[in-house]
């Protein structure tokens, strides 16, 4: 057990130990993962001389695979702008790389890069950019530029550890993304009151709002079809084009 606190009375003889001075070895399973553990070496020969300066290895026993996840674009989110893909990753042992595989479900074809764009019919990862030791991650070639208003996509994530054996992450939907890329935007109507009409009581304003499927192809468009809000301004053109700000009438735009 690891409950010697002194650390000269830790010493042991290992199992194989001879009297030919020639390798030795000593079986032992013990280890917990993600823990950091320090092995050293003494010898001494039968004169009596021992060994002044001591051999040390220190090294991380990790069994864990390592696991990124996607942070944005949000999973099931409509987006209408893309700078960048971002997300995070973590191993005990530290990341060897992470790599993302995008994928346009429109025609089910990869991301390559900005030249080849989607045209990979095979799953295809490609390298992100590390930052922080890839606790945060980001890969900015692909952009709003490069998708189609209407098309939904899948971003999945994999990393691969230092570990030796090397451990690589199995792909999960958990920590992936879908989202869709919708630049159409929504219509409004009024409907209880006509263009330039006469009233002598209206009490209530109302109307219609909707999201447009994109036109015009793919078919079949993907798009939100959701309102986030909706938003009215009311003018009294007889004094001064003034607004209603929900008290008073004022100079300024109000919605």
């Known amino acids: ?28 399973t013990k280890w917990d993962s993600s823990s950091t553990y320090r092995i050293e070496a003494k010898v001494n020969d039968q004169s009596g001389n021992y060994q002044l300066t001591y051999s040390t290895k220190t090294f991380t026993i990790d069994y864990g695979s390592p696991e990124s996840k996607i942070i944005l674009p949000a999973n099931s989110s409509a987006i209408s702008q893309l700078t960048s893909i971002s997300g995070t990753a973590y191993d005990a042992s530290g990341l060897t790389n992470v790599r993302v595989a995008i994928q346009q479900l429109s025609d089910k074809k990869y991301w390559v890069d900005a030249t080849d764009k989607f045209s990979q019919t095979t799953t295809n990862y490609i390298l992100v950019t590390q930052d922080n030791g890839y606790f945060n991650w980001k890969y900015t070639i692909l952009t709003g530029a490069y998708l189609t208003n ?68 793919p078919p079949d468009a993907a798009y939100s ?27 300024s735009s109000a919605w």
């Open 150 to 217: 209407g098309t939904s996509y899948w971003i999945t994530s994999i990393s691969s550890d230092t570990s030796n054996p090397q451990l690589v992450e199995v792909p999960s939907s958990a920590r992936a993304s879908y989202f869709i890329y919708d630049t159409t935007a929504p219509v409004s109507a009024v409907l209880s009151v006509a263009d330039n009409g006469n009233y002598n009581s209206v009490t209530i304003s109302s109307g219609s709002c909707s999201d447009v499927k994109p036109t015009p192809l």
């Open 1 to 28: 057990n690891f409950d010697n606190t002194t650390a000269e009375n830790a010493w042991f003889v290992p199992l194989s130990t001879n009297s030919a001075g020639t390798l030795w070895n000593q079986p032992f």
């Open 225 to 251: 079809n959701t309102i986030s809000s909706v938003q009215i301004s009311i003018q009294n053109l007889s004094l001064n084009t003034t607004y209603w700000n929900g008290a008073n009438w004022i100079e």
